[in-house]
């Protein structure tokens, strides 16, 4: 084993631009035996010392890496981490070779180069799971596969939900609605799904006394239905050798507390835990099981300023009270904490905005680690640019201003700023790609009372794209709404309704009106005789004979009759021939690929498989769960897009990102929008800007507490309290993306000396106090704009 | 002040051997498709098959380490429509295993298509637990073990590209000396791998792949080189490396399984007649034998499981292949060019961001793009001179 002096210094060596501050030295030299819990802080290396907290055990401690296992929150963080562990790693242990060869130790040597770093585990939890559920499984039993989110949605709809709601309605929508995001009783059959299955979520991740839940008063009736569908449905998932998330954590769980699952898989010897502070109860008992039985190091990094997930079920209280929480359920020593505050990511002037602002509500303290981590501290030098402030009047002039600011840094000249310092993009290779507008909703079109009406992502597409300049947004439309995919499940829904008929089953009003869109849109194209419509031999064949030719069940000179049997995905493939924007744009990709991943999902409960019959009654039926299991599930938006799926992102084009997106990330040039929507003090958009109620999540979170042992921790700060500590944790991550220059955007009615817009990101306290607002002397006319903000507006 | 340059996470991407790789090295524009965007194949018959006969196999190894049922194992294909239910078959039955393993399948959208793939499925998969299994089992030392290693991506023009290494992946099983010297010296892999090998040294590995596939050619129609044939032999020898990263002993061959040769299909004699006439396999029927008689006088149409003995089949489904540093350099070099081939790709994708300017078609074996499902958007399927707009797609 290395020496842990000669392992840092070889590190050091290694990575010539990197030397470990004294709190990330202090983070790798911690003893092993002793659990570690590090509170770091936004752009201070947390990952940087996780990995190396595991490489250490793996040199200096001489933990085989396969007894290594990392957990983090995102499949992106993941590989993420692997990466790092192996492009750190192995020319670490190249020059610790080189190390042991100059001094001739050639035992040391050798145990270095047999060494494999690539056994080292490094996932996120669910994958554990599903990995350990191959473990525990008995011999000729196949591989388990764990449910997607959509799969699961549909199954439970369809074998457990869809025939029980009906009966239970009445009952069940009042109750299951007040904890919908709107508190409104579910709109559709489809709304009811994911109400329950939100609540169900909440059942399982918080390790809820289902049996008190649901005998308790009022509601217990529908608190046993709720119940009696969840029961129901793991039974059928079990009973046909199927799991969903929850459900395989939670036989992971069972397994790992009765003895059955720790003995069967690689020993735990050293635990890490990235962004702890998104863990939920579920999930910290399996880490507490594991830590118990592998009696091995233990390291979890988080920062608590930084959970964004409580409506996944992340409970950030499991972090804030870690060390007791761990030392009192697992027996093993208590963790000691050590923070990481110097910032390497952000200019002085971006790194003091966001520190004043997740200090400037007093509210806020009780929610934060105790004691909470120092200040942040900048590494880097400052360059004189302040944090910037681009507010117009309406959002057309809003979205004019970004655009102009976006040229005016990516040209040779560089924006020219009133301090007189100049902001441009990097001489060599840089881009637009360098830049991200942050927003809460990316949402280009929103539904207004049946209309759509253009989000402020809506504008800023429309004023970059006259000016040439691109922007990446794959979560800006749903898919139903994005135009190539309308006409295209238009055009499928076209060549399969051979009779006019075929739509007229039990789907949703609103699928079945944007299915009846789809299809106007797609006879609108056909008119247009898009290319291909020419034969090699200049004969006159384009989309309108392939849709009709379809319709007709008249086959090509491929089959002398119509295939018996013909799958849908072919159809899709098929048609592409008239969208080149699928096969070559990479946005389109996606789309593309979200459309397919729905279409194999529904493959597997869906009674045709997605293949299309030619004989009756199958012909009617296969393509009847056509509209049932794509189109309307697209069209009900069950399915989205997921930009993971991205290959590459575009290096000349503007990304449009939510903040939750954007978590982990860092780009030299930030926009956020702190309130493009803003008008007026509107009741409905407060929620994003200034409670005046909690979240439904909160809500639900106190309605369960009483059955939970995590409850009364987490209710000890009330609902509101919690629902604003979201929104600053929001901003805070927002604020903290930007490495060179952070610009905030919005309408300037929200810096009005007299605003009543109140809003956390422009630092409103919750007790209606404002920090950028000076008080000024009675008689003395008060200023237009607030008189104390720290931006310099543009 | 000037902004810095958006950095990419430094990524160590992942490649597959068989997934990755060998799929770009097939047509690099199916590849951007089916893995870049993971756009699944809408007639997943090769993916449904390779991955049933190897459920198969996993899980009969695992019943015969746990219950050793004696061979033969019998085989009751349940009907389609009773797959959910099962019939209460016995748990070693290979219809019963391969109920499982369709279940599991299917529910990732992989489903056999037709009445003819599934009965062939299961005559391949009975014939390889009942041909193979008696010999193979009793060696395995370890199952389905996964192999993973990282190299260096020979950027030697410095080229901007998103990563610096990349980490090879694949999952084979592992015979080893103590096993095969115990076994009967009649053993097919014993006699195989000494026939390949002549003296074996005292301590070794061996590892073990199934293909679900016939015996490449070993040379293409034209007389040049066979892909799949090289391919494996890469395929092979990488593996090789990547077990002696976590091994002591010497890893001195690997076995294919071609699991198809065991109970062949009309297409698969046709073409192994035209390759036994062209001289373009290695394992032929000798001169006299039945098996030549036979092969020579088969016509399409007429029966083939019982066409050609057992012991001939077995000789054409086992390729054994020598694992040293030489040829094992070679491999990694043919890999490592492939890959850094695959990043320049990305590279220039995220720069002009037209992936058909960028991923261009380059299949060059007919069979694969009649399959294929971009080939109606193609500009260069196989065959065709010079690429072109293509023209507009017919119904079926």
């Known amino acids: 084993m290395v020496k842990l002096k000669e392992f840092i210094a070889a590190f050091e060596a290694t990575q010539k631009n990197r030397s470990l501050n004294a709190n990330q030295r202090q983070c790798v030299e911690t003893a092993p035996t002793v659990p570690l819990m590090i509170v770091a802080g936004p752009g201070c290396g947390k990952t940087a010392v996780l990995v190396l907290r595991a490489l250490r055990h793996i040199l200096v401690d001489a933990i085989a890496p396969d007894e290594v296992l990392i957990t983090t929150f995102t499949k992106k963080a993941a590989k993420e981490i692997r990466s790092r562990l192996i492009s750190w790693g192995l020319p670490l242990v190249e020059e610790l070779r080189r190390r042991a060869v100059a001094q001739g130790d050639t035992k040391q040597d050798a145990w270095l180069a047999r060494l494999d770093l690539n056994l080292c585990k490094s996932g996120t939890l669910d994958s554990f799971c599903q990995e350990w559920l191959g473990a525990i499984r008995n011999p000729g039993e196949p591989q388990p596969i764990v449910l997607e989110e959509f799969a699961s949605k549909i199954l439970f709809a369809r074998r457990v939900f869809g025939t029980a709601y009906h009966a239970n309605k009445g009952l069940l929508d009042g109750y299951i609605g007040a904890f919908s995001p709107d508190g409104e009783p579910p709109h559709s059959q489809g709304d009811a799904v994911d109400d329950i299955k939100a609540i169900h979520d909440r059942l399982v991740q918080d390790l809820v006394n289902v049996g008190a839940y649901r005998k308790s008063k009022p509601d217990e009736h529908a608190k046993e239905a709720v119940a009696a569908h969840l029961e129901a449905f793991n039974a059928y998932l079990t009973g046909t050798s199927q799991f969903n998330f929850a459900l395989a954590a939670t036989h992971c769980l069972a397994h790992l507390q009765n003895g059955t699952l720790y003995p069967k898989i690689d020993p735990v010897t050293a635990l890490l835990i990235d962004e702890y502070h998104d863990t939920n109860p579920l999930q910290e008992a399996i880490y507490f099981e594991i830590a118990k039985q592998g009696k091995g190091a233990v390291t979890v990094v988080a920062d608590d300023d930084q959970s964004l997930y409580r409506f996944r079920g992340a409970t950030v209280e499991l972090f804030t009270n870690f060390q007791q929480r761990f030392f009192t359920i697992t027996g093993l020593p208590k963790p000691k904490i050590e923070y990481l505050f110097l910032n390497y990511r952000s200019t002085p002037e971006i790194v003091t905005f966001f520190n004043d602002f997740i200090a400037c509500d007093p509210a806020f303290t009780g929610a934060r680690v105790q004691p909470p981590k120092p200040p942040i501290s900048p590494n880097r030098s ?138 106007t849109l797609a006879q609108q194209f056909i008119l247009t005789n898009p290319p291909p419509n020419k034969t090699p031999d200049g004969k006159k064949r384009g989309l309108a004979e392939f849709v009709n030719a379809w319709r007709a069940g008249k086959p090509g000179p491929g089959f002398k009759t119509w295939p018996g049997e013909w799958p849908l995905l072919d159809l899709v493939y098929t048609l592409l021939a008239w969208f080149p924007m699928f096969q070559n744009d990479p946005e389109h990709q996606i789309y593309l690929e979200a459309i397919t991943r729905c279409l194999t999902q529904a493959a597997n409960v869906s009674a045709y498989g997605m293949s299309l019959y030619n004989d009756e009654p199958h012909k009617t039926r296969s393509r009847q769960a056509v509209w049932r299991d794509v189109l309307a599930p697209i069209a009900d938006r069950v399915i989205d897009v997921d930009e993971d799926m991205l290959l590459t992102v575009p290096r000349d084009r503007l990304n449009v990102m939510t903040i939750h997106q954007a978590k982990g990330l860092e780009f030299p040039l930030v926009f956020v929008d702190v309130g493009s929507e803003f008008t007026g003090n509107y009741e409905k958009q407060r929620f994003k800007r200034f409670p005046d109620k909690h979240s439904s999540v909160t809500a639900l979170e106190s309605h369960l507490a009483p059955y939970t042992t995590i409850g009364a921790l987490r209710v000890a700060r009330p609902d509101l309290d919690r629902t604003f500590d979201d929104l600053v944790r929001e901003y805070y991550v927002a604020y903290s993306r930007a490495q060179s220059a952070l610009v905030l955007c919005g309408l300037d009615r929200l810096l009005k000396y007299n605003t009543n817009i109140k809003n956390v990101a422009t630092f409103w306290r919750r007790d209606e106090s404002w920090a950028w607002r000076q008080s000024i002397p009675a008689g003395v006319k008060p200023p237009a704009t607030v008189n104390a903000h720290p931006l310099m507006e543009i | 002040m000037d902004l810095e340059t958006r950095s990419p996470h430094a990524m160590v991407p992942a490649y597959s051997l068989t997934g990755d790789l060998l799929s770009y090295l097939r047509c690099n524009r199916q590849y951007r498709y089916q893995n870049g965007s993971s756009l ?245 029927p000798d001169a006299a034998s039945v098996d030549r008689r036979n092969l020579s006088r088969w016509e399409s149409g007429q029966d083939t499981l019982n066409l050609l003995s057992m012991e001939f089949r077995l000789r054409r489904a086992i390729r054994v292949i020598e694992i040293n540093d030489k040829n094992i350099n070679f491999a990694l070099g043919e890999f490592d060019k492939t890959v850094l081939d695959i990043e320049h790709h990305i590279a220039k994708e995220a720069k002009i961001v037209d992936i058909g300017k960028v991923w261009l078609p380059t299949c060059s074996e007919e069979e694969t793009c009649a399959a294929c499902d971009f080939a109606p958007t193609c500009s260069k399927p196989a065959g065709q001179k010079k690429p072109g707009d293509p023209p507009p797609p017919h119904a079926p």
């Not at chain 1, 309406?394 to 310092?421: R, Y």
């Not at chain 2, 074996?200 to 129609?221: M, Q, S």
């Not at chain 2, 892909?227 to 076995?255: I, K, N, S």
């Not at chain 2, 297409?267 to 001289?279: F, M, N, Q, T």
Request: charged share 25%; glycine share 10%.
């Open chain 1, 382 to 519: 400052s360059a004189k640019i302040p944090v910037l402030g681009l507010f117009r009047d309406t959002k057309e002039n809003l979205a004019s201003a970004i655009a102009d600011v976006l040229q005016g840094v990516f040209s040779a000249k560089g924006l020219a700023l009133p301090n007189g310092q100049v902001l441009r993009g990097a001489p060599k290779d840089g881009g637009y790609g360098d830049a991200v507008f942050l927003a809460h909703s990316v949402q280009e079109w929103k539904s207004f009372w049946g209309k759509a009406n253009p989000g402020f992502p809506s504008f800023l597409r429309t004023e970059l794209d006259n000016r040439g300049i691109g922007i990446f947004n794959p979560r800006g439309q749903a898919l139903r709404d994005i135009d190539a995919v309308q006409r295209l499940l238009g055009l499928v829904a076209e060549c399969l309704d051979f009779t006019g008929t075929i739509g007229d089953i039990a789907i949703s009003m609103d699928a079945r009106g944007r299915i009846a869109t789809w299809r």
């Open chain 2, 40 to 284: 699944p194949p809408a007639r997943p018959v090769q993916l449904w098959f390779g991955e049933f006969i190897h459920g198969v196999m996993e899980a009969g190894f695992a019943l015969w380490r746990a219950q050793n049922p004696k061979f033969p194992w019998p085989c009751t294909m349940v009907a389609w429509d009773k797959r959910e239910q099962g019939m209460g078959l016995k748990g070693h039955d290979v219809g019963e295993i391969g109920r499982r393993v369709e279940l599991v399948l299917g529910r990732q959208g992989k489903i056999p298509r037709s009445k003819f793939l599934r009965e062939s499925a299961y005559a391949r998969a009975e014939a390889a637990i009942n041909q193979l299994g008696p010999a193979l089992f009793p060696l395995v030392a370890a199952a389905e073990e996964p192999l993973s290693g990282s190299r260096v991506i020979p950027n030697t023009t410095g080229d901007l590209l998103r990563a610096e290494r990349y980490e090879l992946t694949g999952i084979v099983d592992v015979l080893t000396d103590v096993e095969l010297t115990k076994c009967d010296p009649n053993n097919i892999f014993r006699k195989a791998l000494e026939s390949a090998l002549g003296k074996l040294p005292p301590k070794f590995e061996v590892i073990v792949d199934y293909k679900g596939a016939r015996r490449p050619p070993t040379k293409a129609k034209n007389g040049g080189p066979s892909g799949y044939w090289d391919q494996h032999f890469w395929q092979v020898e990488t593996y090789g490396w990547l077990r002696r990263t976590r091994t002591t002993l010497p890893v001195v061959a690997g076995v294919l399984l071609y699991i198809n040769e065991l109970a062949p299909s009309g297409g698969d004699i046709a073409e192994l007649k035209e390759e036994v006439r062209d001289g373009r396999t290695d394992v032929i």
